[in-house]
């Protein structure tokens, strides 16, 4: 009797772990003045790993990202998040008005993001808006406050 109430007691508690979360991993689409690919998997009930590959200024970026999720509005589905990362790109400079004609940049920075998404009950979708703020440290150097961007991403519960 005490392994079937042991058993029981397992699947209880791993269906309220379950629940706690949306999803597990959710792939999509990004789009904003960077356009790409988003990927975000939770690591635990509350935090994630995104990733994100996208294209600005006839080159491409690469960011990775540690995000914290929260309740919002007290309404089913509608999370908060916050976080931060890193990010490595590479652009050419005579597709970006910013920069000097002829030059390739390569650069290496740090990301902050703060975000809003709502995940769908009904089917397997979630879409999220978020600021992505970041500051180049290697490379063209500076504070770019335009990385906000809105996100459809298909969801693996």
Same mark, same amino acid.
């Given at each position: ?6 058993? &029981?007691? /397992?699947?209880?508690?791993?269906? !309220? =772990? ?6 597990? =991993? ?5 789009? @904003?003045?960077?356009? #790409?690919?988003?990927?975000?998997? !939770?690591? *635990?009930?509350?935090? /994630? ?7 600005? +200024?006839? #080159? ?11 309740? /919002? !509005? ?9 976080? #931060?990362?890193?990010?490595? @790109?590479?652009?050419? *400079? ?13 650069? &290496?920075?740090?990301? @902050? &993001?703060? $975000? ?22 290697? @490379?063209?150097?500076?504070? +770019?406050?335009? *990385? $906000? #961007?809105?996100? &459809? ?5």
């Amino acid at each position: 009797m005490k392994k079937y109430s042991l058993v &029981i007691f /397992a699947i209880v508690l791993a269906s !309220f =772990t379950m629940n706690a979360q949306q999803y597990k =991993t959710g792939l999509g689409l990004r789009g @904003g003045l960077a356009n #790409g690919i988003t990927v975000k998997h !939770f690591i *635990g009930e509350k935090a /994630a790993l995104e990733g994100i590959v996208s294209s600005r +200024w006839a #080159g491409f970026g690469v960011t990775g990202l540690y995000e914290m999720h929260y309740p /919002a !509005f007290d309404t089913q589905g509608f999370y908060w998040y916050w976080g #931060g990362g890193g990010h490595l @790109g590479v652009w050419n *400079g005579n597709d970006a008005a910013w920069a000097d004609d002829d030059q390739s940049y390569t650069v &290496i920075g740090a990301d @902050g &993001i703060l $975000g809003l998404e709502y995940n769908f009950s009904e089917v397997p979708l979630n879409i999220s808006l978020d600021w992505k703020p970041a500051i180049n440290f290697v @490379g063209h150097s500076g504070f +770019w406050f335009d *990385g $906000g #961007g809105l996100s &459809i991403r298909y969801l693996f519960r």
